[in-house]
């Protein structure tokens, strides 16, 4: 392929191009656009060679999703292969090409059915993903993997472990971006990531979380039930309130750079 002309581009990247476009406007999505996309993408997906099981999670298992925000979470449990990148190819082209009609952000995971039945874990996940999963996971397609998850004492402390370690990453990782950020407080994308920053802390603060729904609002309860300062507690249920808002919040730029301001503030606070 010829490089520097700007002329030729592979099939892949014209559909990036489409995709990015598509995101600088601003599209009205509802909550069947989301259920339409997603079954699109289980019966496009569901017949390529090597996938034996599909699960549906997150804000759209839950029903709590929320247009604009959310993305669609989704989980493909492959058969063993000695090279599996053609599935993975397979599986990301059928997103960018359903993306080009109505871009919403999908959340992939790809597992291993053999690994997740020795380990219990979805890929390289959190062993707490696990149960959160398992609890209030839909599986669309193929073989029930999550019913055979089984709470055991034993996992409290790895998952705790893993929460704390990654609650310090992803602070870490939050300075860092803040830090080699030009710094817009009226910008949209700066506040989804205070928000995003905030939820994840406010859900890993609660693991191992094995009571449904497993809301980012029962988080919050669970936090001011287990004793932390009540001004933690409030940050994460602006953040909380703002991702259930986003779309009319999202229009105000006032209120854009308040929360902004607030929230980075409170996070470079946080300390785990």
């Not at 069947?32 to 099981?53: H, K, M, Q, W």
């Not at 390289?124 to 839909?138: D, I, Q, Y």
């Not at 929460?163 to 817009?184: G, K």
């Not at 988080?219 to 009540?230: L, Q, T």
């Amino acid at each position: 392929m010829p490089l520097g002309n700007g002329e030729a581009h592979s099939e892949d990247e014209n559909l990036k191009t489409t995709i990015d476009n598509q995101r600088t406007r601003k599209f009205s999505t509802t909550a069947e656009d989301y259920v339409n996309f997603a079954d699109r993408l289980v019966e496009e997906t569901s017949c390529i060679s090597g996938v034996s099981s599909i699960v549906i999670c997150g804000s759209f298992a839950k029903d709590t999703l929320v247009p604009g925000w959310s993305d669609i979470d989704i989980i493909y449990f492959v058969e063993d292969q000695k090279s599996p990148i053609n599935t993975y190819r397979k599986i990301g082209k059928v997103v960018r090409t359903l993306q080009m009609d109505r871009p919403i952000l999908v959340g992939l995971d790809i597992a291993s059915s053999r690994e997740f039945q020795k380990t219990w874990k979805i890929g390289m996940r959190a062993l707490g993903m696990t149960f959160e999963v398992a609890g209030s996971g839909k599986t669309v397609f193929g073989d029930c993997l999550m019913e055979q998850v089984v709470w055991n004492e034993k996992y409290r402390l790895q998952i705790k472990t893993e929460a704390t370690n990654l609650m310090r990453a992803h602070l870490h990782e939050w300075r860092r971006w803040y830090i080699n950020t030009s710094i817009d407080y009226e910008s949209n994308d700066h506040l989804r990531k205070n928000v995003v920053t905030c939820l994840k802390i406010c859900k890993l603060s609660t693991d191992p979380n094995l009571q449904a729904p497993f809301s980012y609002e029962q988080c919050v309860n669970v936090m001011r039930g287990n004793g932390n300062p009540e001004a933690e507690t409030n940050i994460l249920s602006l953040a909380v309130e703002t991702r259930r808002n986003w779309q009319d919040i999202s229009e105000k730029p006032k209120e854009v750079a308040m929360r902004n301001r607030v929230l980075s503030e409170a996070i470079a606070k946080i300390r785990r």
